[in-house]
């Protein structure tokens, strides 16, 4: 069983930069692809980032590309998302997701864990 606890949102301005962390608990976090994914009120669920168990493959959402940077520590069992040149759309909350295989999936249904989220509010 694996544990998932984000931290680093806020509220900040258009423009502005946020880190997020999400560290995990359990034996398996080093063999587990993981992805962030966000939901703005009143949307889906979206895909945001995801990274492969050791780090060398990465993908992103059209919309965060050049912006946002998906990284991981395994000592450390945690994983990063940096937020730079933030936009009001970029609102939501942001849930860090765990899967039992090492590749990146974008379907948040191939998730086996997650987080309680985080929230993230960008002002114009």
């Known amino acids: 069983q694996v544990q998932l606890v984000e931290s680093g949102g806020g509220l900040v301005q258009a423009g502005d930069s946020l880190r997020l962390s999400c560290a995990a608990s359990?034996?398996?976090?080093?063999?587990?692809?993981m992805g962030w994914f966000r939901q703005a009120p009143g949307k889906e669920r979206e895909f945001v980032a995801g990274i492969s168990w050791g780090g060398v493959t990465k993908d992103y959402t059209d919309s965060v590309k050049g912006r946002f940077t998906i990284s991981r520590d395994n000592p450390k069992n945690t994983v990063y998302l940096q937020m730079n040149s933030l936009k009001p759309e970029d609102t939501a909350i942001y849930y860090c997701a765990g899967r039992q295989l090492r590749i990146i999936s974008r379907n948040g249904y191939d998730y086996d864990y997650w987080g309680q989220g985080t929230q993230v509010i960008v002002s114009s």
């Open positions: 359990g034996r398996t976090f080093r063999n587990s692809a």
